[in-house]
């Protein structure tokens, strides 16, 4: 099969002929046929996060159709429409695990980084953390809801229950989540970079209320704030927009240093949390939101042959929405 392959911190990814996958004990092999291009790609790449495995096949957006069940698969068959995520593997064990947040699991395996992700013609994956798709989306369409939704949902849920939001990097999470925040009566302000019109004016046809960028000041105080940009000095700005006992969301699973800040903007119970990686609840709950509701994906497809094209788009902004592969 092909596949591109990262060898390399700060080298392209190199198109390969490797061998198909078998499909393991508990396992699943699918035929991709989109897989979505995150930031978390671009981190990898980059060398931001080390690489743990050497070559490998980026990809935590997969959306493929089973070709091949393992031994003691139940509950899929031959033929269906999948999603493999991020999390790929936790251990089940860990007082993380045993409390139900397999999302801080001591010993996980993510998709796309510990383990080949969808990069590629073909993709295994562990039966358990497969998602079964909604049939409203298109192949292309559905990819970056497996995690640019999924980690912005989980990112929006920790925001609270404030009815005023502030979205800080317009980019494929925060197109996704505005319009679930939307539908839910909230308020949403959306911020990017400065000089990005386009992304602007992209989020207030999405439904926000107010669009401009990290230098602008928005009409009222945030009752919470997300931020999908990896710029640590974000979050001492964003503290300033908060009403007291608001909360700061820092979403991404990277992020530059957070300069330091005078505590009195963090006082009168502001906080910072962060957000890390999904459970396997959390994509039910929010494919069941996505497969009743009105959101749309914005997708630039691109072959699976022009992934470090994808990528250089992503770094470089070019980006509405989402970049996706489609082998």
Known sequence: MKAMRLHLPGEPLRLEEIPRPVAGL??????????????TDLHIVDGELP????????????????????????????????????????CGQCPYCAAGHENLCDTPAFTGYDRDGGYAEYAAAEAAYCIPLP?????????????????????????????????????????????????????VFAFTRPGDIESQKFSLDLGCAWAGSTDDVPPQPLDAAIIFAPAGPLVPLALTLLRKGGRVVCAGIHMSDIPSFPYEILWGEREIVSVANLTRRDGTEFFARAAASDIRTSVTVYPLEDANRALSDLRKGHLRGAAVLVP
Do not use: M, N
């Open 51 to 90: 690489l743990r495995k050497s070559p490998i096949i980026l990809g935590h957006e997969v959306v493929g159709r089973i070709v091949e069940l393992g031994a003691d698969v139940s509950g899929l068959v031959v033929g269906q429409r999948v999603g493999i995520p991020w999390l790929g593997h936790a």
């Open 135 to 187: 049939d409203r989306y298109g192949d292309a369409e559905v990819a970056p809801l497996l995690c640019a939704g999924l980690i912005g949902y989980r990112s929006y849920r920790r925001a609270g229950e404030g009815r005023v939001l502030g979205l800080i990097g317009f980019g494929a999470a925060a197109h996704i989540i505005c319009q679930l925040a939307v539908a839910d009566g909230r308020t």
């Open 26 to 39: 508990g396992e699943v092999v699918v035929r991709v046929l989109a897989c979505g291009v995150c930031r």
